[in-house]
């Protein structure tokens, strides 16, 4: 039964001049020829002209900011997405 747990970079959203871009761990389960995916945000990213902030939702991994930076192109691409 392998199975795997990561983080991953959501589809990032603008509203009021701020783009939020969701950080969201997901968790596969493969059984014989089937899979289960689950998927639970875990944080946003408030992106703001020059400055970011994070929001830790509940169940955050502890190490989330190490974590964030093996993520850091799929943010950049993702804020440079939602800027435009």
């Known amino acids: 039964m392998p ?11 603008t509203t009021g001049g701020r ?37 830790l939702l509940p169940g955050a991994p502890r190490a989330i900011n190490g974590m964030l930076e093996a993520l850091r192109d799929d943010i950049d691409r993702e804020k440079e997405r939602c800027m435009d």
């Open 19 to 55: 783009c939020i871009i969701p950080i969201v761990r997901t968790f596969t389960l493969c059984v014989g020829g089937a899979a289960v995916v689950s998927l639970a945000p875990v944080a946003l990213l408030v992106v703001e002209g020059a400055s970011e902030y994070l929001a």
């Open 3 to 13: 199975e795997a747990t990561d983080l991953v970079v959501g589809g990032g959203r």
